[in-house]
């Protein structure tokens, strides 16, 4: 069971380049979360899905873009990539909303 | 929003001790999580305890809601359990799908 499955690892952009983050999960969860984590800091969420077709803002949207076709993927898109989305990115999912949180190991990504 | 303090925010233990964890958060919350981020920046969820007290191993989690504090205790800490342990509340005024976390504890456990 792999759970939540997150690609690339590592990405290095130059200023105004785009991306997109991969997401999938394999354990039929409705529920499905974008959050960067800034160096000494806790995570704060980008984007939230409650289910294929169904998106909404985080604390910090500015900057992204998410789609949900289905329930197993949750792409998050960077347009225009700036030095201050320099961060891990996390991608979670539960079960329901409030749910225990499973995490992916995490997209380092660098902006120079 | 909602304000989540952890404290404190770095510990230095010797491999064998027993330490306590604090989370404080100003405001009511549907649930309360911990999770620890271990060495290599992997998230495991701890605990799902919006309040009372659960144990797994060494470890227990305890959350009085109604004063708005979690406490998660180790001991008899590894060299393992090093790393970062982070609450992370689901705030009563939202829907139910926004955690916040607060900034976290950075534990060391020495040889």
């Known amino acids: 069971n792999a759970g939540v499955t997150q690609t690339p690892k590592f990405r290095i952009l130059k200023i105004g380049q785009s991306m997109t983050l991969q997401c999938t999960q394999d354990?039929?969860?409705?529920?499905m979360y974008w959050y960067r984590q800034d160096p000494g800091m806790g995570l704060k969420l980008i984007y939230y899905?409650?289910?294929?077709?169904?998106?909404d803002k985080g604390e910090v949207p500015n900057g992204y873009n998410v789609s949900r076709s289905t329930t197993e993927d949750f792409p998050l898109r960077l347009e225009l990539a700036a030095p201050s989305q320099t961060s891990v990115y996390f991608c979670?999912?539960?079960?329901?909303?409030?749910?225990?949180?499973?995490f992916g190991a995490g997209t380092r990504l660098s902006v120079l | 929003g909602i304000q989540v303090e952890q404290s404190p925010p770095d510990l230095i233990l010797q491999e064998g001790a027993n330490s306590t964890l604090r989370c404080n958060f100003s405001?009511?919350?549907?649930?309360l999580q911990w999770f620890h981020q271990n060495p290599w920046g992997q998230l495991i969820n701890l605990f799902y305890?919006?309040?009372g007290t659960k144990q797994n191993g060494r470890l227990s989690a305890t959350t009085v809601a109604t004063e708005r504090y979690s406490l998660l205790y180790i001991s008899s800490s590894q060299t393992t359990d090093s790393g970062v342990y982070f609450c992370?509340?689901?705030?009563?005024?939202?829907?139910?799908?926004?955690?916040?976390f607060g900034e976290g504890t950075q534990l060391t456990v020495n040889p």
């Open positions: 979670a999912s539960s079960y329901t909303g409030g749910g225990i949180q499973y």
């Open positions: 354990m039929n969860h409705n529920y």
């Open positions: 899905s409650v289910g294929a077709g169904i998106t």
């Open positions: 405001d009511s919350v549907n649930n």
């Open positions: 305890i919006p309040s």
């Open positions: 992370a509340v689901d705030p009563r005024e939202t829907s139910g799908s926004r955690l916040t």
